[in-house]
């Protein structure tokens, strides 16, 4: 995956607002913290003003650098967002029936968060984990993205998901790369015992019953509401950028479980003739994109997750291994069971 966001990604203003509350307590004036890039102090009070990827990261590395000690900025930041500042999805996720249901709403509508880190869940037949990952980010920039938004996820769901986090406490264990004492304000947010910290990876590992507890503010009626809404927002911002740039962000949503290209059509509310038409105005394919996306996603299955091959061959919807070790083969060069670890 590229070491810089992709360009066409863009995100609600309110992060970046309390980005410059958190500089401007630490002597950094928002003037500061946005010179160079498309904004304005004036602009943080305007709330149809969004902020792209590149930008968000350009900020983050010039309050870095003028912190002679920049450790928990990023706990600091993502403790103080609501799930008042996701709007409508917020009010969506609040609404979900089970942590499923708001896991799939959260990466239906993940262009709608401030996130920046990937998620991606692994489900087991009785075991499920979650890894919350920043490769794709520059290196001077990781540890505050995967700081801010583990931080943004506990605050904003703490309030309705924590009865079911604590029915299910003895059995949850946590592998974290991120800085024990850092993290120490969030830890009483959190009913996790078994927490191993100086790990590689940041994983969580819960079993499975929990992802289908009831949740106690679950509210159909509202959700569904919330959900109509979302979905005008997101045909609202995908005409604003390239169809391909669209459906790519379609493919990779699910890590995995790829949509077909009428679902995919149907999401955008046009005909798959249309959907073809207009990839292939811009030079590609429903095919290509989603061999990109496969690709991809197999590496990190490989690498990262630790699957076996049969295991990223089913998760990545071949119907035999040997056909999905061929098509490795012709992205990498090499089998999936040669390829470096």
Request: net charge negative.
């Amino acid at each position: 995956m590229p070491l810089v966001p992709p360009a066409e990604v863009r995100h609600p203003v309110y992060a970046t607002r309390v980005l410059c509350e958190v500089a401007a307590e630490r002597g950094v004036s928002a003037r500061e913290v946005l010179s160079g890039t498309a904004l304005r102090p004036g602009d943080l009070d305007d709330p149809d003003t969004v902020v792209s990827a590149l930008d968000e990261v350009a900020m983050v590395r010039r309050l870095l650098a003028r912190l002679p000690d920049d450790a928990g900025v990023g706990i600091d930041v993502g403790s103080r967002f609501r799930l008042t500042h996701f709007g409508l999805m917020g009010f969506a996720a609040m609404s979900c029936a089970t942590l499923r249901e708001l896991f799939t709403i959260s990466m239906r509508y993940f262009a709608l968060t401030m996130l920046h880190i990937d998620i991606a869940l692994v489900e087991g037949a009785d075991d499920c984990l979650l890894e919350f990952s920043a490769d794709h980010l520059p290196a001077d920039v990781r540890r505050f993205f995967i700081e801010r938004d583990i931080a943004g996820i506990i605050t904003t769901t703490s309030s309705f998901a924590l009865p079911v986090a604590e029915k299910y406490a003895d059995r949850v264990s946590a592998e974290l790369a991120l800085d024990e004492e850092v993290l120490r304000p969030l830890l009483g947010l959190v009913p996790v015992k078994d927490v191993a910290f100086g790990r590689a990876h940041n994983r969580l590992h819960f079993p499975r019953a929990m992802f289908d507890e009831p949740l106690p503010q679950a509210d159909r009626h509202t959700l569904e509401m919330c959900v109509a809404q979302c979905d005008l927002v997101m045909q609202r911002n995908d005409r604003r950028r390239g169809i391909a740039a669209v459906v790519r962000t379609k493919l990779f949503r699910d890590s995995g479980c790829f949509p077909t290209l009428p679902d995919v059509a149907a999401e955008l509310d046009v005909h798959p003739r249309t959907l073809r038409r207009r990839l292939a105005e811009e030079g590609t394919s429903f095919r290509a994109l989603l061999n990109e996306a496969r690709s991809t996603v197999a590496v990190d299955l490989l690498c990262n997750v630790g699957l076996t091959v049969q295991e990223v061959s089913k998760r990545l919807g071949y119907t035999d291994v040997s056909t999905f070790s061929h098509a490795f083969k012709r992205w990498y060069g090499v089998a999936p069971s040669a390829y470096p670890r």
